[in-house]
C-alpha cells in the first residue's frame, strides 16, 4: 500500500486523493507516517522571559526578610513596606517563594507552643483493677418521662458489679450506687480507679 501511496504522491496527487484512491483512512495514514515514540518523552524547555531573579537577587530579597525590622512581619507587610519607601525587588509571590525555599513560610512571631495533650488510657490486665460507669438517659412510659440509668462495668472481664435505675440524677445517689457495688462485689479497683 505505501509503494502505491508514494507513486501517487510523485505523480502530485494530493494527499487527500491519493487516500480516497487507495481506500485507506487520511487519519491512519498519517499515523503510520509519524515517527514512533521510543522512550520518555522529552522535557518541555521552557524559555527564559528575562526577568528571573539571578541568585544575588535572591539572596537580598532573602537578607531583607530576615534583617531585624522585618523579623516578625509577614511577608506581604514586608513587601508593601518596601513598596511604600520607593524599593521594589521582586513581586509578593517571588519573596513568597524565596521565603518557602529557605522554610521561613510559617509564623514568624514568637508564640509559646503547648504540649501535645496526651489521651488518658487505663490498662487492665486482671478483673477488678478498672471499673467504668456512666450514667445513660431512658425513655419513660410516657412523653417527658426519663428514668436514669446507673451502670458500673470492669472493663477487663465486662462484668458488671451494679446497675440502678433511677427517675433523678444525683451526686449522692451515684456515690450510694458506687459504694453499694463495691460492698455487694466484695473487691474494690485498687486504688480505687472509677472512670
Known amino acids: 500500500m505505501s509503494a502505491t501511496f ?3 504522491h510523485a505523480a502530485q496527487v494530493t494527499t487527500k486523493a491519493a487516500c480516497a484512491l487507495i481506500g485507506r483512512p487520511r487519519a491512519s495514514h498519517y499515523r503510520q507516517r509519524a515517527d514512533p515514540i521510543l522512550g520518555p518523552k522529552q522535557a518541555r524547555r521552557v524559555p527564559d522571559n528575562g526577568q528571573v531573579l539571578t541568585a544575588q537577587e535572591r539572596a537580598a530579597v532573602l537578607t531583607l526578610i530576615n534583617t531585624k525590622p522585618y523579623a516578625d512581619l509577614a511577608i506581604g507587610q514586608i513587601w508593601a513596606r518596601e513598596l511604600d519607601e520607593g524599593r521594589y525587588l521582586c513581586s509578593m ?5 524565596i521565603a518557602r525555599n529557605a ?3 510559617r509564623e514568624r512571631r514568637r508564640q509559646a507552643t503547648h504540649p501535645p495533650k ?3 488510657e487505663l490498662m487492665a ?12 438517659k431512658l425513655r419513660g412510659p410516657a412523653k417527658g418521662t ?16 451494679g446497675w440502678l435505675v433511677s427517675t433523678c440524677e444525683e451526686s ?24
Open 118 to 120: 496526651v489521651k488518658p
Open 93 to 97: 509571590s517571588s519573596m513568597y517563594r
Open 146 to 161: 426519663f428514668y436514669h440509668l446507673y451502670v458500673l462495668i470492669d472493663i477487663y472481664s465486662r462484668y458488671n458489679p
Open 172 to 195: 449522692n445517689l451515684a456515690a450510694d450506687f458506687i459504694a453499694d457495688a463495691i460492698g455487694r462485689n466484695g473487691t474494690a479497683p485498687l486504688p480505687a480507679r472509677l472512670e
Open 6 to 8: 508514494t507513486e501517487l
Open 125 to 136: 490486665d486482671a478483673p477488678s483493677q478498672v471499673w467504668s460507669w456512666d450514667i445513660t
Open 103 to 105: 522554610g521561613q513560610t
